[in-house]
C-alpha cells in the first residue's frame, strides 16, 4: 500500500502562492489517480483538484479553476498543488489522497496523508 505525506502548508497574505507537496512512499506510486481535498472545522472535506495516473487528465472544482493547478512527477513519486491568487477563504487544512480510479468523488479515495494547514490572512 502507498503511503502519502503532504508538506508545503504554511500562513501566507491574501493574493500570494504556496505550493503543496504529496509525496509518495510505499508501492509503486504511479498507478493511482490522486486528488487534493481540503477541510476546515465543521465541514465535510471538500474535492479540489484530481489527477489521472499519467498526468493527461486534470478536474478541478469550480471553486479553485484558474488559481490551483496539479500536476505529478512520477519519477519522484510527488504530486504538487500550486495555489495561487490565494483568498482567505482558502483556509484550511489540505489532504491528498490515492485512488484507483480517476475520480472527485471523495469516498473512492482510500489512502490519504495527514494534512497540512494552510492559512490566508486578509
Known amino acids: 500500500q502507498v503511503q502519502l505525506a503532504e508538506s508545503g502548508g504554511g500562513s501566507v497574505q491574501a493574493g500570494d502562492s504556496l505550493r503543496l507537496s504529496c509525496a509518495a512512499s510505499?508501492?509503486?506510486?504511479?498507478?493511482?489517480?490522486v486528488g487534493w481535498f481540503r477541510q476546515t472545522p465543521g465541514k465535510e472535506r471538500e474535492f479540489l483538484a484530481t489527477i489521472s495516473w499519467g498526468g493527461g487528465l486534470t478536474v478541478y472544482a469550480d471553486s479553485v479553476k484558474g488559481r490551483f493547478t496539479i500536476s505529478r512527477d512520477n519519477a519522484k513519486n510527488t504530486v504538487y498543488l500550486q495555489m495561487n491568487s490565494l483568498k482567505p477563504e482558502d483556509t484550511a487544512v489540505y489532504y491528498c489522497a490515492a485512488a484507483n480510479q480517476f475520480s472527485r468523488r471523495r469516498n473512492d479515495y482510500d489512502t490519504w496523508g495527514q494534512g497540512t494547514q494552510v492559512t490566508v490572512s486578509s
Open positions: 510505499g508501492r509503486t506510486f504511479r498507478s493511482y489517480g
